[in-house]
C-alpha cells in the first residue's frame, strides 16, 4: 500500500504470523471483549459470547478455551449514563467470575471501526472499576482498524475504502452520525475532540507504521510501557502484520507489570487472541447448521447507504418476501400496534415458501439533538424486534440474519433470547459472523451478524444464497 501522495513511501511490512502471537499467549490474562454491538465477532471463529452478564455466565465463559471471549453490552444504542452504568456491571461481574475461576484478565472496548461510539466514557469507566479493585490503567491503546473493511489507520490518520480509493474517515458519511458525529480524522485529534479537550491532541502517542515495522518487540512493549496516567495510544494498522506486531509488545508489556485497556475493532481481537485470517464456513459445515423446514429470515435495521445498495440488490438476484415496517407509523403510538400485527402475520405466512426481508423504511428519522435521535433509534429497534420475536415463535426460520449494529444486538438479546453461542465463523472473508446460539429459545438456530456497513453491493446477496442453498441441500 502506498503512502499518501506527497508523504515518505511506507517502510516495507514485517511479517509476524498469527502462530507467533498465539505462542505468546502462554500466561496471558484472558480478554474480555465489551462489545458496544455484535459486529465485532466477525473477524474469529471459536470464541464464546454472552449477552447476559451474571457472574455464573463469565465462569461458563472462562471455563471455554480460547484467549477471551466477548460479552454483548450494547452500549451504542444507550445514552451515556446507561452505557456507564451497564460496563460497570459488566466489569464487575468479570471481576467477580475472574476471582472464582483464578483466571487473570484484561479489557478491551470493542466498538466500531469507523469511530462511533461513547470514548472516552467506556474506557474511563473500566479504569474507574479496575482502580476500585487495586489496579488502574497505565495505557488505553486505541487501534480502531478493521483491515477485512478496508478501515486503516495510516500515519495517525483513520481511513476507509471507498469505490473511489482510501478517504479520511472524517469525510465519509459515518462522520455524519446523528449521534456520534465529529469532525477529525487524525486519531490524535479525533480524542482530543471526544475528550472535549480533556486529553489533548499532543499527549496522544502515536505507534505509527514508521515505529511498528522497523521496531523490534521490545523496542514496542518499552514504548508502551513508558505511557503513564492512562494515556491514550494510537495504533497503526495498513495491514494485519502491523497489529500482531503491536499484540506482541501489548503482550510484553503487560508481562511486565503494564496495565492496558484496549478500545479497538474488529481487527485487534483477532491478533490479541492469535488467530489469522481464516475462510468463511465450508458449505457441509453450513448445511449441518441451517434447519431444512423452512426459509430464512433477513432483519434490516441499518440505514447507511450500503444497506440500502445491498437490499435492492438483493431484490434483483432473487425473489423474497418484503414486509416493511413504516418508521413513523411505528412512531405513532395509536397505530403501531396493528401494523405490527400485520407485519407479523405477513411475514410468518411469508416463510414457508421462500426467505422473507423484515425491514425499517428506508428514509431515515432523527430527532433535533444526539439524545432525541438516539432515542427514535432505539425505538425503532425495539419495535423491529418485537415483531422479529413474534414471526420466530410463530414459524421458527432456518436461520435469521441481522443486518445493522443496534440490530443484531436488540434482535439476539430481545427478540430470540441468546444468552450464550459460540462464534462459528465467517459467511464472507472476514466480515460476517455467524453464532451457534448454545441457551435459550434459539438454541441451534444459525445467528448471522451482518454490519451496516461492510461488504460491497452483491455482498447481502450473496450471503443469502449460501444460506438459502444450505437449506435447499437438506430439503
Not at 206 to 225: F, H, K, Q, S
Request: glycine share 10%; aromatic share 4%; with cysteine.
Amino acid at each position: 500500500m502506498s503512502a499518501a501522495q506527497g508523504s515518505p513511501p511506507l517502510p516495507p511490512v514485517r511479517p509476524v504470523a498469527a502462530a507467533e502471537v498465539a505462542r505468546a499467549l502462554d500466561g496471558a490474562p484472558r480478554v474480555v471483549f465489551l462489545d458496544d454491538d455484535p459486529t465485532g465477532t466477525q473477524t474469529i471463529r471459536d470464541l464464546p459470547v454472552l449477552t447476559r452478564w451474571g457472574v455464573e455466565d463469565v465462569r461458563w465463559a472462562l471455563g471455554r478455551p480460547g484467549a477471551g471471549f466477548f460479552v454483548l453490552t450494547n452500549t451504542r444504542s444507550l445514552a451515556p449514563d446507561r452505557a456507564a452504568a451497564r460496563d460497570r456491571e459488566v466489569v464487575e461481574a468479570c471481576l467477580a467470575a475472574s476471582a472464582a475461576e483464578g483466571v487473570a484478565l484484561v479489557f478491551a472496548s470493542r466498538s466500531d471501526s469507523t469511530l462511533r461510539g461513547h470514548f472516552p466514557l467506556e474506557t474511563d469507566v473500566v479504569g474507574e472499576v479496575l482502580a476500585e479493585h487495586g489496579g488502574g490503567v497505565d495505557a488505553v491503546l486505541l487501534a480502531p482498524a478493521f483491515t477485512d473493511a478496508g478501515r486503516l489507520t495510516i500515519r495517525g490518520v483513520h481511513h476507509v475504502r471507498t469505490p473511489e480509493g482510501l478517504v479520511p474517515v472524517a469525510d465519509s458519511e459515518f462522520a455524519r452520525d446523528a449521534t456520534f458525529g465529529y469532525r477529525s480524522s487524525r486519531l490524535a485529534d479525533w480524542v482530543a475532540e471526544k475528550s472535549g479537550g480533556r486529553i489533548p491532541a499532543e499527549g496522544v502517542v502515536e505507534l505509527t507504521v514508521d515505529a511498528i515495522r522497523p521496531g523490534t518487540t521490545d523496542d514496542l512493549a518499552a514504548r508502551l510501557a513508558a505511557v503513564r496516567g492512562g494515556g491514550v495510544v494510537a495504533v497503526d494498522s495498513a495491514v494485519d502484520d502491523d497489529l500482531r506486531a503491536v499484540a506482541l509488545a501489548v503482550l510484553a508489556a503487560e508481562r511486565g507489570g503494564a496495565r492496558l485497556v484496549y478500545r479497538i475493532g474488529p481487527s485487534f481481537v483477532r491478533a490479541r487472541v492469535g488467530q489469522d485470517a481464516q475462510p468463511p464456513i465450508d458449505d457441509a459445515t453450513l448445511a449441518d447448521l441451517v434447519g431444512s423446514d423452512a426459509h430464512g429470515l433477513v432483519v434490516v435495521g441499518s440505514h447507511v447507504a450500503l444497506t440500502s445498495t445491498q437490499l435492492a440488490r438483493l431484490g434483483e438476484r432473487r425473489r423474497f418476501a418484503a414486509v416493511e415496517l413504516d418508521v413513523p407509523t411505528l412512531l405513532d403510538d395509536a397505530r403501531a400496534g396493528e401494523h405490527l400485527d400485520a407485519a407479523v402475520a405477513a411475514a410468518t405466512a411469508a416463510l414457508a415458501s421462500g426467505p422473507v426481508v423484515l425491514s425499517t423504511s428506508r428514509t431515515l428519522v432523527t430527532g433535533a439533538d444526539e439524545a432525541t435521535s438516539l432515542d427514535v433509534a432505539r425505538r425503532v429497534s425495539a419495535a423491529l424486534s418485537r415483531t422479529v420475536g413474534r414471526v420466530v415463535a410463530g414459524r421458527r426460520p432456518g436461520y435469521v440474519v441481522a443486518k445493522g449494529g443496534i440490530t443484531s444486538s436488540d434482535v439476539a438479546t430481545h427478540a430470540l433470547g441468546i444468552d450464550r453461542a459460540v462464534v462459528r465463523g465467517s459467511l464472507l472473508p472476514g466480515i460476517v459472523s455467524l453464532w451457534e446460539p448454545v441457551s435459550g429459545p434459539a438454541a441451534g438456530l444459525p445467528y448471522v451478524v451482518f454490519a451496516g456497513n461492510v461488504g460491497d453491493a452483491d455482498s447481502l446477496a450473496d450471503v443469502v444464497d449460501r444460506l438459502e442453498g444450505a437449506v435447499g441441500s437438506r430439503s
